[in-house]
């Protein structure tokens, strides 16, 4: 028997800094002294998780003892859970405002790769072993997911939209803020969109380049540089012929909606998740209540805004900031509403516009802004993995499934706060230094 988890990382280092796919499909056995297999049913006590490869192949209650040839780690004095997921992110970058601005036209696509890379191991070590990437430019995430899934490099699974779509001068218009001159240049990304014709052919684009989902914009943005308000900024029939097109190449589709007239358009074309959702009516709440849409509330925002600000006042261009202030006063009053209307919640920060590896910070707003521990746990496993399509890969720690497993030191159900600090992550059988 040998054991790595009892060992200094610096002795382990051998094992655990190894690539994914270069770890030998072993047998792995966790000693877990809690275990929440399925967030929302019972913890159970003292139990042993047996992997083989990147497989967990069964679970057994009390301590069984490893036989020679498995490695065991000891999680005796831990509380254990399936990895989690984070379901809005955006990994090349996470400089805002106006450094933001000054990256999109300095980095070039390898060192956007390079950030992407950083970011995502952070990401990985916060215990987040899936995200869902909504946008980049350039490919360097969907480059990046294709890397970690061969092997080539550590990171989380990614889901990712390639380059997310609007109509032009919406909110993904990359061509915002820039010089008349310049503006082609940024347009020429083919993400924008006028017609319904037209919104087709972008969805095409994107499902050409590989996207796993596609994410388009129906209002305007925090961040974007442009003085049009957060309501609507794309017609009804271009928002169904993207959704349409989407659903046709069986790719699932995630808004970006602020405005009540952009959530309820997009959940009437059919979106299967609205990002942010910050501005509701009544009319938008029992739409919503009424559909199958989850909602990604994106709470952690507003410690990204809050702390450049600190650090500078003058991080953001005068219209962005004005709508910057009022999405930290606004923000979680949409969850303390959709909460008991029975509106399906899934774990999603908006990390790039907070700090990679920070994804934690979310459990605790989520449950100041009306959702219990176990929800929040929940909409950070099971109704994320729902959301992405991986049900039968994540979500928990069932047999068959992938060997997806965090630890933390506590009880995450009583104090949802412990999740900011992970003390151990595996990520498809293999440990994460």
Not at 24 to 34: E, L, M, N, Q, S
Request: net charge neutral; aromatic share 4%.
């Amino acid at each position: 028997m040998k054991s790595i988890y009892a060992l200094p990382l610096a002795l382990a280092g051998a094992t655990v800094a190894m690539p994914l796919a270069a770890q030998p499909a072993a047998r792995t056995v966790i000693h877990a002294g809690k275990l929440l297999a399925e967030p929302g049913k019972p913890v159970r006590g003292a139990s042993t998780i047996l992997v083989e490869g990147d497989r967990i192949v069964a679970i057994v209650d009390g301590f069984q003892a490893p036989d020679a040839s498995a490695t065991l780690i000891d999680l005796k004095d831990k509380y254990v859970l399936p990895g989690l997921i984070d379901s809005h992110v955006h990994l090349t970058s996470d400089a805002g405002g106006l450094a933001g601005q000054l990256e999109e036209v300095t980095l070039s696509p390898a060192a956007q790769a390079f950030n992407a890379e950083v970011n995502g191991l952070k990401t990985l070590r916060a215990g987040f072993t899936t995200v869902r990437n909504l946008g980049d430019g350039d490919g360097a995430t969907l480059a990046l997911r294709d890397a970690i899934a061969a092997g080539k490099v550590r990171g989380p699974r990614i889901i990712d939209a390639g380059n997310a779509i609007s109509g032009s001068a919406g909110h993904m218009d990359g061509s915002l803020g820039y010089r008349d001159e310049l503006r082609p240049f940024f347009q020429g990304a083919g993400n924008t969109c006028n017609g319904a014709d037209d919104c087709r052919r972008a969805v095409r684009l994107q499902v050409g380049r590989g996207a796993d989902v596609i994410k388009f914009a129906s209002t305007g943005g925090v961040n974007s540089r442009i003085g049009a308000g957060l309501g609507k900024q794309m017609f009804d029939d271009e928002a169904k012929a993207i959704v349409d097109t989407a659903h046709m190449f069986g790719k699932k589709v995630a808004v970006h909606a602020h405005g009540a007239d952009g959530i309820r358009l997009a959940l009437e074309a059919g979106a299967d998740s609205i990002e942010h959702g910050t501005i509701l009516d009544e009319a938008t709440i029992a739409a919503w209540a009424k559909s199958k849409a989850y909602y990604v509330p994106t709470l952690s925002t507003v410690n990204g805004y809050k702390e450049r600000l600190a650090a500078n006042a003058n991080a953001y261009a005068p219209d962005v900031l004005a709508k910057i202030q009022w999405r930290i006063a606004i923000t979680g009053k949409s969850l303390e509403q959709l909460v008991p209307r029975g509106v399906r919640i899934a774990f999603g920060t908006d990390a790039g516009v907070s700090k990679h590896g920070r994804n934690g910070d979310e459990f605790e707003l989520m449950v100041q802004h009306g959702m219990t521990p176990i929800e929040s746990i929940r909409a950070a496993t099971i109704n994320a993995a729902d959301l992405l399509g991986l049900s039968n890969e994540i979500g928990t720690i069932a047999a068959g499934k992938s060997a997806d497993i965090i630890a933390v030191t506590g009880d995450p159900v009583a104090d949802v706060r412990l999740l900011k600090k992970v003390d151990f992550v595996m990520a498809r059988g293999s440990v994460i230094d």
